[in-house]
Structures are given as structure tokens and as C-alpha cells.
């Protein structure tokens, strides 16, 4: 069945740093993928989306492009700030919309 | 626009008693999502619906847990009775169309308490 697997935590960064969060899938047909990010004691926010190959998401800074190829959607920002500390989750919808999968979540905490 | 409404936030309960979650989705989302989400964990489907009608609940334990969703608005799921395991974050999501390019947006959660 469809899956995503993003890679084990905690990652510890200084601020300013250079991050990546790997995620890869597995899934039939064309899925769309997502980052959600969940700051304690929230539920979780849309952080970006990419809904075809090649597809580039972007929000604060955050980067993430589908790359059919290697069945990957790495998340990446370019200098992180303490506000960033928080759980990051990458997602799948399904080509027929009819499932909406999640890895297990990556915690991300950065010092000043 | 309110975003997904839950309540309670907290519930604290013991064992074998019965609790219920509220779940009032973004106005004009048709299709709702309860999840589970255990500790360092991440969210997993218990239950979909498409406005009433529940499409998907083959990973709701139907031995103790049941929803709903009258006149396919709000939401109510049911725990009875209520084990120690069951101690988790349950999430409310709503989504505009069941396409594949339609994000889910949720709730803060019911963080519930076995005891």
C-alpha cells in the first residue's frame, strides 16, 4: 500500500543552519505531497504542497520539490531560526483523493 | 474563515468510562477526517467521511469506537469503554474536495487521558 517515510530524529541545528528533512514514498499513480508542521500544543498547519513531478513548494523559506524520479520530497530551508523548532510531517494524498497518509514526523530543534 | 473547531482540548477519564469528541469542520468542506496521533507518532486514519456518509473506517476499532457525522457538518466520535491505550491526541481535518491536490487542514486536537 502507499507509504511515506521521512527520516528519524531529533535533528539539533544551530540557528542559521542549512536543513534537510528526507522524506521519500512509495505510492501507485500520481500522488500529491505535503509538509505539515506542528508546533507544540497545536494541531497541525499546511506548511507546502506540490501536486505534480517537478512541482517546487515553498513557504517561510521552506523549499520541498517532487521528485518523481527518486519517489522523494525533501524538505530544505537555507537558514533556520529558533521559531522553527517544532515536528515536521510529511504527507501523501492519493491520486483518487481517497487517502491521506503521514510519516512518523521529524522533530526539529534549533538553538540560538 | 474559523478554521476546524474541536473540544474539548484536554479530557482526563478512567478506564472504562465512556468520552466523546467534537469535531465542527471549515463551513463547505465536505469531506472530514478523524485521526489518531500516539506520542512522537504520526497521524493515523481512523475514520473519513464524504459529507454524511462514512467512506472509510476499516481502522476504527468497532468495538469500542464509534462516529458520526449528522447532516454531514459537525462530528462526534465515541469511545466506550475507554482503555488505558487509548491515551492520544484525536484529530479533526476537513478538506475542501476530495481530490488528490486538496490539503487537509485541522484542529488543535483532544488530548485524552486514561487513567
Known amino acids: 500500500g502507499d507509504s511515506v517515510t521521512q527520516m528519524e530524529g531529533p535533528v539539533t541545528l544551530s540557528e542559521e543552519a542549512f536543513l534537510t528533512i528526507n522524506c521519500t514514498y512509495t505510492?501507485?499513480?500520481?500522488?500529491?505531497l505535503f509538509w505539515y508542521v506542528q508546533y507544540p500544543g497545536e494541531g497541525l498547519q499546511l506548511l507546502l504542497k506540490?501536486?505534480?513531478?517537478?512541482d517546487k513548494g515553498s513557504n517561510k523559506g521552506f523549499e520541498a520539490t517532487y521528485r518523481k524520479e527518486t519517489t522523494s520530497f525533501h524538505l530544505e530551508k537555507g537558514s533556520v531560526q529558533v521559531s522553527d523548532s517544532a515536528v515536521y510531517f510529511c504527507?501523501?494524498?492519493?491520486?483518487?483523493?481517497?487517502?491521506?497518509?503521514f510519516g512518523k514526523g521529524t522533530t526539529l530543534s534549533v538553538s540560538s | 474563515e474559523a478554521g476546524v473547531v474541536q473540544s474539548p482540548r484536554y479530557k482526563i477519564i478512567e478506564k472504562k468510562q465512556p468520552v466523546a469528541f467534537w469535531c465542527n469542520p471549515i463551513?463547505?468542506?465536505?469531506?472530514l477526517y478523524w485521526y489518531l496521533q500516539n506520542l512522537g507518532q504520526g497521524p493515523e486514519l481512523l475514520i473519513r467521511?464524504?459529507?454524511?456518509?462514512?467512506?472509510?473506517d476499516s481502522q476504527l476499532p468497532k468495538d469500542r469506537f464509534s462516529a458520526e457525522r449528522l447532516k454531514g457538518v459537525d462530528s462526534t466520535l465515541k469511545i466506550q469503554p475507554a482503555e488505558l491505550g487509548d491515551s492520544a491526541v484525536y484529530l479533526c481535518?476537513?478538506?475542501?474536495?476530495?481530490?488528490?491536490?486538496?490539503?487537509?487542514?485541522f484542529g488543535q486536537g483532544t488530548r485524552l487521558t486514561v487513567v
Open positions: 504527507a501523501l494524498r492519493n491520486q483518487a483523493g481517497t487517502a491521506l497518509i
Open positions: 506540490a501536486t505534480k513531478a517537478d
Open positions: 505510492a501507485t499513480g500520481y500522488p500529491s
Open positions: 481535518a476537513s478538506s475542501p474536495g476530495t481530490g488528490a491536490q486538496f490539503e487537509a487542514f
Open positions: 467521511y464524504e459529507n454524511e456518509e462514512a467512506v472509510d
Open positions: 463551513s463547505g468542506h465536505n469531506t
